[in-house]
């Protein structure tokens, strides 16, 4: 669960060339932001120059078509072969002289004059603009439209002549008209004295948007000339922005006076935006951002003046994609973007040789600090780099190696040398089993040196082949009975069966001392009351004090152990027990708190005190100890013996009735139990990973291969040869060993034979056993080791012999 939470791990190359790459953009990024913020507000700002240069621009043009027209017409009133002809009729002086005027003037569509009577006379240039030649069904060779309108018996005649270059007619259309000039409002609102200009309107006669100028030359003739609002269309271009750009001039009540953009007078979806923002003047003469048709534009509304004596409201307004005005800005920025990945890409080969300079480096260090990790300290070596931090952090790395080596073997030998000493501890604790772990680990290397030399396919699992391992089985040699440190030393060291602290046989001696008292002061006491027995009662006391001397000379030869307990020895010894003496002092004074407490336990208050009869030798209930917990100390251990119920049995007969040795039943648990601390000890240290194979290889020796053997009842399949090596070892250093208190040593011959049969009965390895005769490591072990009484003759063929 916890791996799953673990932080991702990239490598240092990946993080170096993925900083570059972030560190790059983001500047690229950041800088292209802060330029296409304010190249978005520079494009603002030119969408809104464009817009106020456009309506200024047409804002002159129509004041410049203004004072034109007026001018025009103001020199028609000092044109008197115009007002003549007029008046006198025929027309053609008129015709010329308006077409000579119109030639000189591109934006003239058409000069007039009307007289009051009807008459009516109009020259329009058919070059004025591209919608007049179709709104008049012109050819292309006709130049001119001269419109007259005469009036016959009270009805009004239209006659249409079309006329080239030179003033010649091509064509001519008579019709009737109702065109009524007197009732015209150019003609009815014309002053003598000063120029009258109209509001835009739709000219009839083409269907087109325009304005007027009138002058009355008199007070039945009125001249004028008109203008079309659709010369203003090219003003309104915006060059900048030809995809999206729509511009209009428009009045207040809706009507389209000019237009870029779009079919002529066709409303589109900008105009009617453009018309609506119109009506709200807080939005005049300022860039706005509105939405037409789900697209973001930018619009502009400015208020016109078309006449100066007009009272109509006209406006300009202009209208542009948002996506086109900032078009150059998100090209250029995309080619910015473009440009830094492209910088970015080119630059990642060389950010990656530059990575090597820092990554091999990382890694040989890695390598390293894997030496280190698996404490390979003198194979760290320096790892040269021109960048000075690794290169320091290389010298710091094998610099460290050193000091952690050399702390290690300090620390390595100083536990050595502990360990050692708690072997040397151990031995010294007790005489009689001293030098016992300083041997074992003799025979146990030499044998394990033997097997590892061996080429015998049986000795393949000792694999011995590092100065770790070897350290382990050493230590494990050393340690194989450091649980002897929490056994009693008396018991250890218990040299006759009545050893308990002291030897208990001093204590029966004087009991015997009593009854050979007593036995002499029977006799003195007869001799006083029977003088004349005095020869019989000292022959009864001279047999009396040899018996005496005789039964505790048995029971002191009982005590020492060397023997093996006949049935007939049993009998007497319990017959020896059944004598009794008398005891008149109190044995319960002078005993210590824990005497008296186990004491308490086992006599009631009803018994008598002193003086009292008792027993030479005696089980006493003080004499036992019952076992409080026979699991809480090993517990958890895999343990399979099973403690005695009794903790400790001192009584005398039982002690004396021991068959062999000195050691009781409870005794050789408590000794057997030094193996179980053993273990505990080992398994409960912190070892290292390179020792953790020494409880496995100290806590087996006295196991056995049938599975007899303790603590665990391990059999073959579970001993490791390792672990068997040590069992052989302390066993044959036990048997010929000459300082055990129970026994005498054995010569070698007598110890290899009694291995044999061990052999035999699965307790030893068989191998083990004829790698440890074949190679001679017995007969290395007691040269240096053995007094040179035990060296006698080995035939090692019959040892070896049916194994």
């Not at 007039?112 to 603009?129: K, P």
């Not at 509001?199 to 083409?206: E, K």
């Not at 950010?351 to 890695?366: F, Y």
Request: net charge negative; aromatic share 8%.
């Amino acid at each position: 669960m916890q791996s799953n939470l673990m932080p991702e791990r990239f490598s240092i190359r990946f993080t170096i060339v993925s900083l570059f790459v972030f560190v790059v953009l983001f500047v690229a990024f950041a800088t292209i932001a802060t330029g296409y913020y304010f190249d978005v507000k520079h494009a603002r700002q030119a969408a809104n120059d464009q817009f106020i240069h456009i309506a200024h621009r047409s804002k002159e043009k129509i004041e410049h078509m203004e004072r034109m027209g007026t001018s025009l017409v103001k020199s028609l009133k000092y044109d008197a072969t115009i007002v003549n002809a007029i008046n006198e009729q025929p027309h053609d002086v008129v015709v010329s002289h308006f077409t000579e005027r119109m030639n000189t003037n591109d934006h003239l569509f058409s000069l007039f004059a009307g007289h009051r009577d009807g008459a009516y006379i109009e020259v329009s240039n058919l070059d004025a603009t591209a919608g007049v030649r179709q709104a008049w069904q012109a050819k292309e060779n006709e130049r001119w439209v001269v419109n007259y309108i005469t009036v016959h018996d009270g009805g009004r005649i239209q006659k249409r002549d079309y006329l080239d270059n030179a003033l010649n007619v091509t064509r001519s259309q008579v019709n009737g008209t109702g065109f009524e000039v007197n009732t015209r409002p150019w003609f009815t609102s014309a002053k003598l004295q000063a120029v009258t200009s109209s509001a835009p309107y739709q000219l009839s006669m083409v269907e087109l948007t325009g304005f007027s100028f009138t002058l009355g030359l008199d007070d039945n003739v009125v001249v004028g000339a008109s203008m079309l609002l659709s010369s203003l269309d090219q003003l309104l271009a915006n060059n900048h922005y030809p995809l999206t750009s729509r511009a209009i001039i428009f009045n207040s009540n809706g009507l389209l006076l000019a237009q870029h953009g779009g079919k002529d007078h066709e409303r589109t979806a900008p105009h009617q935006v453009l018309m609506d923002l119109a009506n709200d003047p807080s939005k005049f003469q300022s860039l706005l951002e509105v939405k037409i048709a789900g697209q973001d534009y930018f619009a502009f509304i400015e208020p016109l003046k078309m006449t100066a004596n007009s009272n109509s409201n006209e406006f300009i307004g202009l209208a542009v994609s948002r996506s086109e005005v900032l078009a150059p800005y998100t090209e250029r920025s995309l080619v910015a973007v473009g440009v830094s990945i492209l910088v970015a890409l080119l630059m990642l080969p060389v950010v990656l040789v530059s990575g090597r300079l820092i990554v091999n480096p990382m890694r040989e260090l890695a390598k390293q600090n894997v030496r280190v990790q698996k404490r390979q300290y003198q194979s760290v070596k320096h790892i040269k780099s021109r960048i000075v931090e690794i290169n320091d952090l290389s010298a710091s790395l094998v610099s460290m190696s050193t000091s952690i080596c050399d702390y290690q073997q300090a620390q390595k030998d100083l536990l050595d040398s502990f360990i050692k000493l708690i072997a040397q501890a151990i031995d010294d604790k007790s005489p009689y089993t001293g030098g016992h772990c300083e041997r074992v680990p003799k025979i146990a290397i030499t044998l394990a040196q033997a097997a590892q030399q061996s080429r015998d396919p049986v000795f393949k699992s000792i694999k011995f082949d590092t100065e770790e391992q070897w350290r382990e089985f050493k230590i494990a040699a050393w340690l194989h009975d450091c649980g002897k440190i929490t056994t009693p030393e008396h018991i250890v060291d218990k040299g006759t069966k009545l050893e308990a602290i002291y030897n208990r046989i001093h204590e029966i001696r004087m009991r015997f001392e009593v009854l050979l008292r007593d036995a002499e002061i029977r006799c003195l006491q007869g001799c006083l009351d029977a003088p004349h027995k005095q020869q019989d009662l000292h022959q009864v006391l001279a047999q009396e004090q040899a018996q005496i001397r005789d039964d505790f000379a048995f029971v002191a030869a009982c005590n020492v152990g060397g023997e093996f307990m006949s049935d007939a020895h049993l009998a007497r010894l319990k017959s020896i027990a059944e004598q009794t003496w008398m005891r008149y002092l109190d044995d319960r004074l002078g005993l210590s708190p824990m005497e008296n407490q186990t004491l308490s336990k086992m006599t009631t208050a009803s018994e008598p005190s002193v003086p009292r009869v008792e027993h030479v030798l005696a089980d006493k209930p003080e004499h036992i100890r019952i076992r409080e917990n026979s699991t809480s100390r090993f517990e958890g251990f895999g343990f399979t013996m099973t403690a005695p119920e009794i903790e400790q049995n001192l009584g005398e007969v039982y002690n004396l009735s021991i068959g062999r040795g000195t050691l009781t039943e409870e005794d050789r648990y408590i000794i057997q139990e030094h193996i179980s601390s053993t273990i505990k000890m080992l398994e409960t240290l912190p070892l290292p990973p390179e020792l953790s194979r020494v409880p496995e290889y100290a806590g087996a020796h006295h196991e056995k291969l049938d599975g007899t053997g303790y603590p665990r009842g391990l059999d073959e399949s579970q001993l490791s040869m390792p672990a068997r090596i040590m069992a052989l070892a302390d066993v044959f250093e036990a048997l010929t060993a000459s300082d055990r208190p129970y026994k005498s040593a054995k010569t070698l011959s007598e110890s290899l034979k009694i291995m044999r049969f061990m052999v035999l009965d699965k307790h030893l390895d068989k191998d083990l056993f004829k790698l440890f005769i074949s190679e001679g490591v017995y007969q290395q072990y007691a040269q240096e080791f053995l007094d040179p009484s035990q060296w006698d003759e080995v035939d090692k063929d019959q040892i070896l012999a049916g194994l």
